[in-house]
């Protein structure tokens, strides 16, 4: 039996790569699209696939939402549409209050009004490791810890987390939540650290590194992240919260020294080259020092893990870019 499911965001990084994973998976499932095509989305990177529609528009018309969601009768939401850049959250934090609380919001409420009745209809929120604050040396992020955002971004996410939690718990909704690591791979808009470091060692341009370059991200591969989406989309207990991670620690340092040696290896260049363009910068305000995730519960509970190493994912990850 095919469903049609709507996947807010799949312009984006991540979405993109849901879009063609569930696509692939799920051939005979109709997939909607809903992005506003913002400046880190691309709709080239769904283009010509069946069954897949994009609808060019804002998760926080709640009319709209509704209408998409009565109309196609779609049964599964997956939301990701949100603003993630932390360095534009501190310099811009409106957009990020406006889109993450109050589109997250409006998402939640036309799913409620649209699925009165219909219990098995699911609504998949994906979240950020970031609400959970800064790690010391020692401990990952857990399930049950506290919340503790430190920037503009994480806060406006950690108030969507409780909007979909009282969502549940007050109306019934049938809802899930993960919270991932740092995302890396194919589709993901330069601004950020390895596409952006890729790019700049490509051009033979300075590549800034924040502060000391010892802050610690726990890396994880996006095909895992998507993996770990459709199973918590499928095999997921209502009201419960997934924490998703490749349990993979990486000091940027180093993650900067292993993209210079595979853009070198890739470009035919001298080993060392890239790594010249090192140029360490002001650190960002409130930088938290380390992320780790304790990915236990879904392992042990969904039956997923992070499949890709990180030497493997890195080097797909240089080879795309620099075909592009």
């Keep these: 039996m095919s469903d049609t499911i709507l996947i807010t965001g799949g312009a984006g990084f991540i979405g993109s790569n849901l879009v063609h994973r569930w696509h692939r998976n ?75 609380l109050g589109g997250t919001f409006a998402m939640l409420e036309a799913s409620r009004q649209a699925w009165a009745g219909q219990p098995d209809c699911r609504f998949l929120h994906i ?28 806060a406006s996410k950690a108030g969507s987390d409780h909007l979909v939690r009282a969502y549940h718990h007050t109306y019934g909704l049938n809802v899930v939540t993960t919270n991932c690591s740092n995302n890396y791979g194919p589709r993901q808009h330069p601004e950020k650290l390895i596409p952006l470091a890729i790019t700049r060692m490509a051009k033979g341009e300075p590549i800034p590194i924040y502060g000391d370059g010892l802050n610690i991200r726990d890396w994880l591969y996006v095909e895992d992240h998507c993996a770990a989406l459709e199973t918590v989309m499928l095999k997921g207990v209502a009201g419960e919260t997934y924490c998703v991670g490749g349990d993979n620690e990486q000091t940027n340092l180093t993650l900067i020294d292993l993209l210079c040696d595979l853009v070198d290896q890739h470009l035919g260049r001298p080993q060392g080259t890239s790594r010249k363009l090192k140029t360490f910068v002001q650190d960002r305000a409130g930088h938290d020092r380390r992320y780790a995730i304790d990915a236990n519960k879904a392992r042990t509970e969904l039956g997923w893990k992070a499949e890709t190493s990180f030497a493997k994912g890195l080097r797909q990850t240089v080879v795309w870019y620099m075909n592009q």
Excluded: C, W
């Design 26 to 100: 799920h051939p005979d499932d109709r997939i909607l699209v809903l992005d506003k095509l913002t400046y880190a989305a691309d709709p080239k990177q769904i283009e010509g696939l069946d069954r897949v529609e994009l609808v060019v528009g804002d998760i926080q018309n709640l009319e709209l939402a509704r209408h998409l969601i009565e109309k196609n009768r779609v049964t599964k939401v997956f939301h990701l549409a949100a603003e993630s850049h932390v360095d534009r959250s501190i310099t811009g934090p409106a957009e990020f209050i406006q889109t993450n």
């Design 127 to 154: 979240s950020t490791d970031e609400v959970y604050g800064s790690l010391g040396d020692t401990g990952k992020f857990h399930e049950a810890m506290a919340y503790a955002p430190n920037s503009p971004y994480s």
